[in-house]
């Protein structure tokens, strides 16, 4: 018989751990759910879209009785419980159910505080929590009734004031303190909101206390303590939550400000887990939704007894959701005297933002009127990135410093239409991207991708498919965890898996996978990649490449392409090719029948649609030129781009065509994260496009200035200067350092602009300029590891039979084969 | 039904793939880590990506081209990925010959 869980709380932390164990673990338990409500689960966050009129109750609904006998979940629904006996392990009902548990889970959430006024128990008095509340309020609003007063000035009072008002009421605010939605909000960003609020007709009564309530039965009106008096239909309480504890207390558990759990979110009984707003951990409670489900995510994992999931606490950020007004905040957003404060204020266009740094690290963040960058401000400060090389820049948001590329200026997904692209790379419509969220049930980014390919190829559109997620759902719930695995197949990052690679001297991938406890024996197409990459970076005398966890294109040299033919394109040292050498590209295409024969962007010539079993006889004959593999398909070093520099320009100051070549020489064949591509021009005119390469070398008359981190693609980005040096050794050190350095800290497929805005410009030149010995030594490493690199893997296979299977066909048979019936029908042996 | 020889489980790397040419197309044959051989159509049922290009892991080949994965004991994309490709017969003998069924 399956062990028995028992949850107490049919709400959205609850339910979502249901839904994370039935993901991994479906068959493990029994399960029953307890839940007050007579609902099945719904999005509480979008009772306030509910109450204005946008969305219906069945919009919000996200588990309905069919998903619950689906799982085979017995949903106890109208059902208090009452009292638990953890020795009996059963729980009781008011409705007279008794159920027993092997393992409990609660989430009981919170309840709204009612202030102990005197009529605070009268008829129309409510609070904004559940669909039961939204009912009378919109039953009021209905029946004609004018005046509502909403007492709380936060987050929820506003939505419930702006439901209200939007249903017909006249709406009067209260408020204690003297700015609205002070737990979240600056006194600049709260007067902004205050004025955009009364425009829409709301009326504020700020450092009101409130004194008495009024009515016999019904309420009449709200008196305040300097006697002032309003009249009031409805009383709508709104002044803070309170976690459900009373029934775990009773039960014997540990409780303090919510129920006390460990990171595993186990109670003191190590029987029963909690979760959600019910739950204090590490000293803190939370009333947000992002952090219950980050906890429901650890929860589900030991309740399937895996055990290697922990929760650490999350950072939050709050959304208003109200129509039209958009305000963000985040973490300390009013700072201490050991911050900083970056603002950016345009009353007339009613926009305001503001970033509090400390170190150069994001702290605190307002938005208000423009929160169209809110997850990367976000993810900066959750990342705690070094900002300092996009201070100058960083509030004009992710667009102005990483580009844009793809979806036009679209970047207020409010105003676009369901028709309009979001996606470039894949042509996804917003409208589509919506109804998967709705349909589907989606809530992070993640999902978004897999069931839409919204943001699945290049990326550049993933703030506007956020926005989308954020407007369609209600609040940010894609926040990716702080440290993120390296795929499903590990709970390690990056950074661990290189840490261990280095300090433990793992030299294959089956030590790695051993050593970190993979969670599946092969790896998967993610993983296998990224660590054969650190393997070989790390260790290179003692690695064995490993063919078959390498893509196609850097397992046959080759590039694939649409019609599974490969392009070929030979190494041309620094753009500069001989009448020889294209008379052999020439007759080559001639002999083979290549169809295309084009220029690349790189100084090369590509030649594309090469059947497979041709390609080592073409290089066989390219090999014979002198012409070598120019790596175009590999994460390694691409092209050294040059101008024609002093030989020949008249402004020229530097050979830097021969500057390019000496570059190419060194560095050719390396293997690096992510593509690496050079470039020398002779003058400040930079004609070989230097600022967009992952190393740029413009020369000036008195030596060369060294750029870093640019890139040409997706998100255009300008190199930062590292330094000017002297001499032609100086360039090959510094390159060699820089590649070096990149080459061992970076996480794979990740370019050289994004490491440095992950690490920040000050590490790269602590590393290369401050550190001289560090930096030779980088660059003794770099050119050690090229001994094993600089192999043409075109000869090897062209001349030396390396890898021969790859380009032979194993039969060719004259004779059709037996098809076998789908298996969904018939499961084969 | 009768089989036909095509080759060694040998001649196919370990979580790999080698193609026969038939007169229905290409059809790639993959062998796992575990040693046992798929045989699948050699066409992602996505835009027609050559599947046997693909890296292998576990019973899974993932498509060179836009990397939908497909399970190969079943020919089914892995959702939420919706598509399948068509499975034909292979048998491994003891001695390790790979041996194709052949159409009535």
């Known amino acids: ?118 009529g ?44 209200l008002l939007k249903q017909g009421m006249e709406v009067t605010v209260v408020h204690l303190m003297d700015i609205l939605m002070d737990r979240q909000l600056d006194p600049v960003a709260a007067k902004l909101l205050q004025g955009s609020l009364e425009q829409r007709g709301l009326k504020f009564l700020l450092k009101a206390q409130t004194q008495e309530i009024l009515g016999t039965t019904k309420v009449t009106g709200v008196r305040f303590k300097d006697g002032l008096e309003v009249p009031a239909d409805l009383v ?60 429901a995510k650890v929860c589900a994992n030991h309740l399937a007894e895996l055990g290697y999931s922990r929760y650490q606490g999350s950072v939050v950020s709050t959304k208003l959701k109200v129509t039209g007004i958009d305000v963000f905040s985040a973490g300390d957003f009013n700072g201490t005297d050991k911050t900083e404060e970056i603002i950016f204020q345009d009353p007339s266009q009613g926009i305001y933002k503001k970033l509090v740094l400390e170190e150069n690290r994001i702290k605190g963040a307002i938005l208000y009127g423009d929160t169209m960058d809110s997850s990367w401000y976000f993810q900066l400060m959750r990342d705690e990135t070094d900002v300092t090389a996009m201070r100058e820049k960083i509030l004009f948001g992710q667009a102005h410093n990483l580009g844009d590329a793809g979806h036009g200026s679209e970047n207020r997904v409010a105003s676009m239409s ?94 790695v996978r051993e050593f970190l406890e993979w969670k599946t024996p092969d790896g998967c197409s993610s993983c296998r990649p990224a660590i054969n990459y650190y393997l070989i970076a790390n260790h290179p005398a003692e690695v064995v490449d490993d063919y078959q966890s390498r893509f196609i294109n850097e397992r046959v040299h080759a590039n694939i392409q649409k019609d599974g033919t490969y392009s070929v394109v030979p190494r041309i040292w620094g753009g500069v090719t001989t009448p020889d050498e294209l008379r052999a590209i020439a007759n080559v295409a001639d002999k083979y029948q290549i169809p295309t024969v084009k220029i690349t962007g790189g100084q ?15 290089w066989g004959e390219l090999n014979q030129a002198g012409l070598i593999s120019g790596h175009a398909y590999a994460k390694g070093l691409r092209t050294v781009k040059t101008c024609v520099g002093s030989e020949w320009c008249r402004f020229g100051t530097q050979d830097s065509t021969g500057m390019g070549i000496k570059l190419e020489k060194m560095t050719w064949g390396s293997w690096t994260p992510h593509k690496f591509k050079m470039a020398v021009s002779g003058c400040p005119r930079n004609c070989a496009e230097a600022s967009i390469k992952d190393f740029g070398v413009v020369a000036v008359d008195s030596g060369w200035e060294l750029h870093v981190g640019g890139n040409g693609g997706i998100k255009v980005r300008v190199t930062d200067i590292l330094c000017k040096v002297e001499t032609e050794a100086d360039v090959l050190e510094y390159a060699g350092a820089f590649m070096q350095v990149y080459r061992e800290e970076a996480h794979y497929l990740e370019r050289t602009a994004h490491w440095i805005e992950r690490v920040g410009l000050p590490h790269v030149k602590k590393r290369i300029l401050d550190d001289v010995a560090g930096r030779k030594a980088a660059y003794a490493r770099f050119l050690e590891s090229q001994k094993y690199a600089q192999i043409d893997p075109w000869a090897e296979r062209a001349s030396q039979g390396v890898a021969a299977h790859e380009f032979n066909v194993l039969k060719n048979i004259p004779v059709k084969v037996e098809s076998l019936p789908s298996a969904t029908v018939q499961e084969v042996a | ?72 004991s079943t020919g089914e994309a892995v959702a939420p990925d919706v598509g399948c490709v068509n499975r034909y017969a292979i048998r491994q003998s003891e001695a390790g010959k790979l041996e194709l069924g052949l159409a009535e």
């Open chain 1, 1 to 118: 018989m399956k062990p028995k869980l028992v949850c107490i709380g049919n709400g959205m932390a609850g339910i979502r751990t249901l839904e994370e164990l039935l993901k991994i673990a479906p068959e493990k338990y029994d399960i029953t759910v307890f839940g007050s409500e007579p609902y099945g689960n719904y999005n509480r966050i979008l009772l306030s879209p509910v109450l204005a009129g946008e969305k219906t109750i069945q919009d919000i609904m996200l588990n309905d009785d069919d998903w619950y006998a689906a799982h085979n979940i017995a949903l106890f629904k109208g059902h208090t419980v009452v009292s638990v006996n953890r020795k009996a392990r059963q729980i009781f009902s008011a409705e007279g159910a008794v159920v027993s548990y092997d393992r409990l889970l609660i989430a009981t959430g919170s309840s709204p505080f009612i202030l102990p006024v005197n």
């Open chain 1, 120 to 163: 605070c128990e009268l008829s129309g008095v409510i609070s904004f929590r559940d669909i039961k509340d939204v009912h009378t309020m919109l039953d009021t609003a209905h029946a004609g009734k004018k005046h509502a007063v909403v007492i709380g000035g936060g987050l929820l009072g506003l939505e419930a004031a702006n439901g």
């Open chain 1, 236 to 295: 709508v309480m709104a002044v803070g939550i309170r976690p459900n504890f009373t029934l775990a207390q009773q039960a014997g558990l540990h409780c303090e400000r919510g129920i006390v759990v460990n990171d595993t979110m186990q109670t003191y009984d190590p029987r029963v887990y909690a979760v959600g707003e019910c739950v204090q951990h590490r000293k803190q409670t939370y009333g947000l939704v992002a952090p219950l489900f980050e906890q």
């Open chain 1, 418 to 511: 369901d028709d309009a692209e979001v996606c470039g790379c894949n042509g996804v419509c917003k409208g589509t991207v919506v109804k998967a969220i709705v349909e589907k049930k989606l809530f992070t980014i993640e999902e978004v991708r897999a069931h839409t390919k919204a943001s699945s190829s290049c990326g550049s559109c993933t703030a506007l498919v956020e926005q989308i997620l954020v407007a369609t759902l209600g609040n940010d719930y894609s926040q990716t965890p702080k440290t993120k695995p390296l795929c499903g197949c590990t709970h390690h990052t990056h950074d661990e898996i290189i840490d261990a690679i280095k300090r433990h001297h793992l030299i294959s991938a089956k030590a």
């Open chain 1, 604 to 618: 090369r010539i590509d030649l594309l649609g090469v059947k497979k079993q041709d390609l080592p006889a073409v």
């Open chain 2, 1 to 72: 039904m009768n089989w036909l020889e095509v080759g060694n489980l040998q001649d196919i790397p370990q979580m790999g793939s080698r193609l026969v040419e038939t007169p229905q197309g290409n059809i790639a044959l993959f062998r796992t880590s575990d040693d046992q051989v798929f045989a699948i159509a050699d066409r992602c049922p996505h835009k027609g990506g050559p599947l046997s290009q693909g890296i292998v892991y576990g019973h899974v080949v993932t498509c060179p081209l836009h990397s939908w994965k497909i399970d190969l």
